[in-house]
Structure formats: C-alpha cells, structure tokens
C-alpha cells in the first residue's frame, strides 16, 4: 500500500482559459492524498463532445482555468490508509463523476450519477471548496469509490472511451429492459457514443439500424460496425417503410433536432431514450407519443457498478472501440475534428506518452 501523502501535489494539465475553448498547460495543485483516496498517473484520456460544451460555455455554466477529461485511464501509484479496492500498480478508470452523497435515494440505490449533490470530474467544485479538474492532466487524485479498475484483457487505451461512451450506451438498456436477444434497436447518431451503441446492441444480439442524416457513414455503419441496417432520416419513403418497426432508439444526437421523424419509427410501447446534452427545448405533438404508449426517456452516463460491468461485458464479447490515439499537443486540433465530427470514433489522448510535465506552463494563469 502506498503511504498517506502530507503534502499537495503539483499537476500539470490543459486548461482552457475562456470560452474560447483553446486548451494550453496550466500547473496547478491537487489535494493531499486522504484515507480513501487513490492517486493516479494518468495514462490515456479519451475526448468526449461535452469537452466542447464545457470549455465553450455552451452550457453557460463553465468556470476556468478548467482542465477538460473525463475518460481517464491511468495507473495508480500511491492510496490512502483506508483504501481497499485498488493498490499500487492497478491499472483503473476514473468517469464522469468523483463524488455524491451517499446519503440520498440515488446513492443508496448505488445508482450515484443521480444525486443532485453529485460532483464533477471537472468543472465543479469539491466539498472543501476546490476546483475539480479533469484527465488532460498528469495526475488526478480521486476517492476510490469512482475509480475502477480495468479487467485484464482490454488495453488501456480502448477502455477509456468505455468509461463514458460505452457505460452511456450501456446503462439504458439494461435499465429499460433491453437486453434480449432478437431486439430491434435503432442508433441514432454515428459518433463516439453511436458506434459503441451498435457495438454493445449487436454484442446483446439485436437486429441494429442506424440512423443517420446523409448516406456517407452508410458503409462504416454496415461494413465495419456491423449494423443490420441503415436508415437516411431525409428520405421520406424508406422513413415510412420504417414505421412502427423499432422496439426503441438510443438517440446520441448532441444537437438540436426534431423528434417526430423518429418516434414514427417506434412500435408499441417503443422508447426513445435521449443520450445528447442539447441546451434548447425539443418538441413533439403529443398523439406521437399517445397513440402507441411511447415513451421519451433520457438516461445518465451509468453507475460505478455498471461501469465494471460494461468494461467486463466488453471483455467477454471482444469488443474495442475504435479511436484515434493523439498526443496532447494536437488536443486543439482534435477538438476541432470532433467539433465537426471528422473522428471515427473517439479521439484519445495518449497523456503519459506526451510528457506534459515539461511543457512550459503557466500557474494561475501567470507564467511560472
């Protein structure tokens, strides 16, 4: 076990400044390491599209400096006294959140994403006052409750996407009841959280369509997905042959768009289960929903229990995401590519190989 830290570490990470989004090296302190806590190097960290909304503000809610990353896989190397499910040498996860209550309905259901005292992994606040910050950063220290660790068998770079996108995609279904076999499915959306959504369905056996915009990820979402089927929204015709054939869509669209195209395409008693974070009101009519008791629902990345889970599921099915490994220096550009979704499919960061600790940084925001 390693020993209790009585100093404040020093970590260098990315942070944007503004609203700009534009992330460049930022040196800052991370907390002592206390009973439960675990530190970890990191290694990978994968870029999902909120980095964007939050860098950006899009949400209205950022703060800065903030060091985006919140698909963090990294290896530990020193834990508290009171730590007992990892060690040093563990290679582990660290997701969305890193801290909740423990005392409400959600947390006591071990479903901690729901708690509305839930805190960030960035962008928020520690109960001591402290800014979180995030993965596109040397190190993280983190309560050993939101750190898990990764099964051997997946590569430390493949499972770090899984950590938000694959538990994403996850979550939902085994909540809703969608997890046998014979299932038609439908992916709305083809980015980084709809190709793990195709991978997950077809793994549990579905017949999976994808939907999309245009025709041009038809032969990625056939060929080299696996999709069942492909489905362009824009052509009335094949929508209308479509209808009432889906048992539910996971639609992973960030942006605004209508819903009435997609709920058509539901059967009876069909969910549509919003994944996107849009920051403006969607709309329907209500007889979409009325005449075929359909159902809108959203769900929330997924628990700590689920996210052990998926990262083991993946295992036994032999899933990897497929991604773009890039060094920190090239974070800006990839943010960019994903801004205009020129990724297939996530972008992640090899942190530990770009040597972030010697860049020149700047600390508060003043040169060091």
């Given at each position: 076990?390693?020993?209790?830290?009585?100093?404040?570490?020093?970590?260098?990470?990315?942070?944007?400044?503004?609203?700009?989004?534009?992330?460049?090296?930022?040196?800052?302190?991370?907390?002592?390491?206390?009973?439960?806590?675990?530190?970890?190097?990191?290694?990978?960290?994968?870029?999902?599209?909120?980095?964007?909304?939050?860098?950006?503000?899009?949400?209205?809610?950022?703060?800065?400096?903030?060091?985006?990353?919140?698909?963090?896989?990294?290896?530990?190397?020193?834990?508290?006294?009171?730590?007992?499910?990892?060690?040093?040498?563990?290679?582990?996860?660290?997701?969305?959140?890193?801290?909740?209550?423990?005392?409400?309905?959600?947390?006591?259901?071990?479903?901690?994403?729901?708690?509305?005292?839930?805190?960030?992994s960035y962008n928020d606040v520690y109960t001591d006052?402290?800014?979180?910050?995030?993965?596109?950063?040397?190190?993280?220290?983190?309560?050993?409750?939101?750190?898990?660790?990764?099964?051997?068998?997946?590569?430390?770079?493949?499972?770090?996407?899984?950590?938000?996108?694959?538990?994403?995609?996850?979550?939902?279904?085994?909540?809703?009841?969608?997890?046998?076999?014979?299932?038609?499915?439908?992916?709305?959306?083809?980015?980084?959280?709809?190709?793990?959504?195709?991978?997950?369905?077809?793994?549990?056996?579905?017949?999976?369509?994808?939907?999309?915009s245009s025709n041009k990820k038809r032969a990625e979402?056939?060929?080299?997905?696996?999709?069942?089927?492909?489905?362009?929204?824009?052509?009335?015709?094949?929508?209308?042959?479509?209808?009432?054939?889906?048992?539910?869509?996971?639609?992973?669209?960030?942006v605004h768009h209508p819903m009435e195209p997609y709920?058509?395409?539901?059967?009876?008693?069909?969910?549509?289960?919003?994944?996107?974070?849009?920051?403006?009101?969607?709309?329907?009519?209500?007889?979409?929903?009325?005449?075929?008791?359909?159902?809108?629902?959203?769900?929330?990345?997924?628990?700590?229990?689920?996210?052990?889970?998926?990262?083991?599921?993946?295992?036994?099915?032999?899933?990897?995401?497929?991604?773009?490994?890039?060094?920190?220096?090239?974070?800006?550009?990839?943010?960019?590519?994903?801004?205009?979704?020129?990724?297939?499919?996530?972008?992640?960061?090899?942190?530990?190989?770009?040597?972030?600790?010697?860049?020149?940084?700047?600390?508060?925001?003043?040169?060091?």
């Open positions: 076990m390693g020993s209790l830290a009585q100093q404040e570490k020093t970590v260098v990470g990315w942070a944007a400044r503004d609203a700009s989004g534009h992330l460049s090296p930022y040196t800052y302190t991370v907390r002592k390491t206390g009973p439960e806590d675990v530190v970890v190097k990191v290694m990978y960290c994968g870029i999902c599209h909120t980095d964007i909304h939050q860098a950006k503000n899009h949400l209205g809610a950022s703060k800065y400096p903030m060091v985006p990353g919140h698909e963090v896989v990294g290896e530990v190397v020193e834990v508290g006294p009171e730590v007992t499910k990892h060690r040093v040498g563990d290679v582990v996860g660290v997701g969305v959140i890193v801290g909740c209550c423990r005392e409400c309905r959600p947390c006591k259901a071990n479903v901690e994403q729901y708690c509305n005292k839930r805190i960030w006052g402290r800014p979180t910050q995030g993965g596109f950063a040397s190190t993280m220290v983190v309560d050993q409750k939101f750190v898990v660790k990764i099964p051997a068998g997946l590569a430390p770079e493949q499972a770090a996407p899984l950590l938000c996108a694959g538990v994403t995609v996850y979550s939902p279904l085994k909540h809703f009841g969608l997890t046998a076999p014979g299932l038609r499915g439908g992916i709305l959306g083809l980015g980084g959280v709809g190709h793990m959504g195709v991978k997950v369905a077809k793994a549990m056996g579905h017949h999976v369509t994808v939907i999309s979402a056939m060929d080299d997905l696996g999709a069942d089927a492909y489905l362009v929204s824009s052509d009335g015709d094949a929508m209308a042959a479509a209808a009432d054939s889906l048992d539910y869509i996971i639609d992973t669209v960030p709920l058509s395409l539901l059967k009876l008693d069909g969910k549509l289960v919003l994944l996107g974070v849009i920051g403006e009101p969607l709309s329907f009519v209500s007889p979409m929903v009325m005449l075929g008791r359909k159902s809108i629902t959203g769900s929330f990345i997924g628990s700590m229990d689920e996210t052990a889970e998926v990262l083991q599921f993946c295992v036994d099915k032999g899933l990897t995401s497929q991604i773009e490994v890039v060094k920190m220096g090239y974070v800006n550009q990839a943010l960019e590519r994903l801004e205009r979704n020129d990724v297939r499919y996530r972008f992640v960061v090899d942190v530990a190989g770009s040597n972030v600790e010697a860049a020149e940084v700047e600390t508060n925001g003043a040169a060091a």
